[in-house]
């Protein structure tokens, strides 16, 4: 018998948190649980918690399951951030929550989905009732594989950033995670805001790095190195923008062709001339 989504996210239930910054909150879900350390970690996207971390706030960590929760105070986490991919991995003692052990099965290492695989992800938008968990699905648009995201034709809202995103492995029928809600992308290119898609971050390039972590000691110092060469990393110059169409939706057809040509000048002057005669 087909797994269908509900299981799918009961499975992932025990994995799910929100997390709260004094600015507001998103949401994250378990990548790391060794049994043999005293170490756990939770992923989320970078903008959830980029000015908690810069500013050394603490970050509250609610499990959804059991409903406990833990203040994480900056001497009491280990944060790796990748600001270019929207990414960040917290790290902090197991025995502050009443963890599930192990850890969600992550989509195999140098695997790609391909367009048109259906995804679901979740997360805890700021429009339902705070600590509700919801559910979405979409499909794979594309996969831009040179900067590690897909595109997902569904909705992301506040709330969801840093949801994981899964999938059903036709051939085995496990749940598999792969990536990280970072943003909904709105088509906005008439000026007013329709349907887009959702940017989902792989974790796949991160798992063996975590995996590698001895102690939250070995964390801090591997946290510094990717601090630093992160902050070294040059972010490549942006394409010049495309020639686009009229944005003004106030425009008319008939009033963006005057504009673009230079004659609306000549309308508008002889209609401020119409009205001092009158």
């Given at each position: 018998m087909a797994k269908n989504w509900h299981t799918a996210l009961n499975e992932l239930n025990p994995f799910i948190f929100r997390v709260l910054t004094p600015g507001g909150w998103g949401t994250g879900f378990q990548v790391l649980y060794p049994n043999d350390r005293d170490l756990c970690g939770i992923a989320t996207a970078y903008h959830v918690i980029d000015h908690a971390e810069e500013w050394e706030e603490p970050i509250k960590i609610v499990h959804h399951t059991s409903g406990k929760s833990a203040l994480l105070k900056e001497k009491d986490r280990v944060i790796f951030t990748y600001p270019l991919n929207d990414l960040a991995f917290i790290l902090f003692s197991k025995k502050l929550l009443p963890l599930e052990e192990g850890e969600p099965r992550l989509i195999d290492p140098q695997k790609v989905l391909k367009q048109g695989v259906?995804?679901?992800w979740c997360g805890f938008p700021h429009i339902a009732p705070q600590g509700e968990l919801c559910f979405f699905s979409g499909h794979i648009s594309a996969c831009l594989s040179s900067e590690d995201y897909y595109l997902v034709d569904g909705v992301a809202i506040n709330g969801v950033s840093g949801g994981p995103a899964f999938y059903i492995d036709a051939q085995t029928a496990e749940v598999k995670i792969c990536g990280v809600i970072s943003a909904y992308k709105p088509n906005?290119?008439?000026?007013?805001?329709?349907?887009?898609?959702?940017?989902?971050?792989?974790?796949?390039?991160?798992?063996?790095?975590?995996?590698?972590?001895?102690?939250?000691?070995?964390?801090?110092?591997?946290?510094?190195?990717?601090?630093?060469?992160?902050?070294?990393?040059?972010?490549?110059?942006?394409?010049?923008?495309?020639?686009?169409?009229?944005?003004?939706?106030?425009?008319?057809?008939?009033?963006s062709r005057l504009k673009k040509s230079g004659k609306h000048k000549k309308v508008t002057q002889r209609s401020v001339k119409m009205k001092k005669r009158k």
């Open positions: 259906e995804t679901g906005r290119i008439y000026g007013e805001a329709h349907p887009g898609l959702s940017k989902v971050c792989s974790v796949e390039p991160y798992q063996e790095m975590l995996k590698r972590l001895r102690s939250r000691e070995d964390a801090k110092e591997k946290a510094k190195e990717e601090k630093e060469k992160q902050e070294n990393v040059e972010v490549p110059p942006e394409s010049p923008p495309s020639e686009k169409p009229e944005s003004n939706p106030s425009l008319t057809t008939r009033q």
